[in-house]
């Protein structure tokens, strides 16, 4: 039987410190953001998922196509769903990934994601204003911010 992952929070933390590069439309390279050892991640051609070269990933079970739930798979999902605008989750059972009603991805070893909009930032929001309306909002946080700090 399959190793689970059962530190699904930490792993996928982990992920976002590794550096991603597009090499092909299913293939992608991953540094290690600990050891700057170089991974190469394949994207699965029948469903969700990916193949790692890692050494977790080296050892995949054929009856699940040799797909890994490791951080460097985890990485390039990051990586394409930010490309879309997307931010990520993961979770250990699916019980939990079905409660965010969001977009699921099972990557395999007992990792799912789910997928939703990226927050636009407060500078990007104030960006969109009139010049009026950024004005007062930034005139108002101000204020409120004075008055937290006791200025």
Known sequence: MAKTIVN???????????KVEKISPVVYKVIS?????????????????????????????????????????????Q???AEQGRTTSAWGDKESAR????PIVDLSDGVLLTTRKARE????????????????????????LGAEEGI
């Open 33 to 77: 953001g600990s050891s700057g050892s170089t991974y190469w991640v394949r994207l699965s051609d029948v469903d969700d998922g990916a193949i790692c070269s890692c050494p977790w990933g080296k050892y995949r079970p054929r009856a699940q196509q040799f797909k890994s739930g490791c951080s460097h798979s985890q990485a390039v999902y």
């Open 79 to 81: 990586f394409i769903l």
């Open 8 to 18: 699904t929070k930490e792993i996928h933390l982990k992920g976002k410190t590794h």
């Open 121 to 144: 930032s407060a500078e990007r929001v104030v960006e969109r204003m009139s010049p009026e309306t950024a004005e007062r909002v930034v005139e108002r946080y101000s204020s409120l």
């Open 99 to 102: 409660r965010q009603h969001r």
